[in-house]
């Protein structure tokens, strides 16, 4: 199944800020944009962004997201040591008619 | 608030079929689609397939021929089966709500072993 495509890991300083992508084709993120979701250890992931790019409640403004083409970007500022965990993004892909996973980012604060 | 909650076997012999399923309480369970996702041990997000209140059904290419979802309205659950399973199927599963996965399942580690 063909995926989207995200960098493996991400590393930034506290308090600095991070950009993670997840790039498709038009088939997908270019057709509708991402699901942008947030994974601690242990715990089912956390939505952070719909593919309308809205922020669903209790999500801190430090998330936004954004998308230009057949990718998708993520940003977080400030970054804060419970923001290290594994991001995922996540779409529906017209040509498959099926949803479609990036292999996720592992962002480590430093 | 909405919740989902998940159960079924975990360990499994190869071949054999793993079933789970997912109940869902609150909110509605006619507008959505339902999903089952699963994460082998150290590794990403895998969608299996997804279903609505009406039983259409939408599976991953790749499991397509293994998997079967099916939905019963009287009780807000839908479930998943998976046939013939073997170590490669070993993972935590998960439930979710929509296509943005607005809500989860608390995830069920199935284990595939001789």
């Known amino acids: 199944q063909a995926g989207l495509t995200q960098p493996p890991s991400v590393s930034k300083a506290l308090r600095q800020t991070a950009t993670l992508t997840c790039t498709g084709n038009?088939?997908?993120?270019?057709?509708?944009?991402a699901t942008w979701l947030q994974q601690h250890q242990g715990h089912p992931p956390k939505v952070l962004f719909y593919?309308?790019?809205n922020r669903p409640s209790g999500i801190s403004e430090r998330f936004s997201a954004s998308r230009s083409g057949n990718t998708a970007s993520l940003t977080i500022t400030g970054l804060q040591p419970e923001d290290e965990a594994d991001y995922y993004c996540s779409t529906w892909d017209i040509s498959l008619s099926a949803q479609v996973f990036g292999g996720g980012t592992k962002l480590t604060v430093l | 608030q909405v919740q989902l909650q998940q159960w079924g076997a975990g360990l499994l012999k190869p071949s054999e079929t793993l079933s789970l399923t997912c109940a869902v309480y609150g909110g509605s369970f006619n507008n959505y689609f339902w999903n089952w996702i699963r994460q082998p041990p150290g590794k990403g997000l895998e969608w299996i397939g997804e279903i609505t209140h009406s039983g259409t059904t939408n599976y991953n290419p790749s499991l397509k021929n293994r998997v079967t979802i099916s939905v019963d309205t009287s009780k807000n659950q839908f479930s998943l089966k998976l046939t013939s399973v073997t170590a490669a199927d070993t993972a935590v599963y998960y439930c979710a709500r929509g296509r943005d996965y607005e809500y989860w399942g608390q995830g069920t580690l199935v284990t595939v072993s001789s």
């Open positions: 038009s088939n997908n993120v270019g057709y509708q944009g």
């Open positions: 593919r309308n790019l």
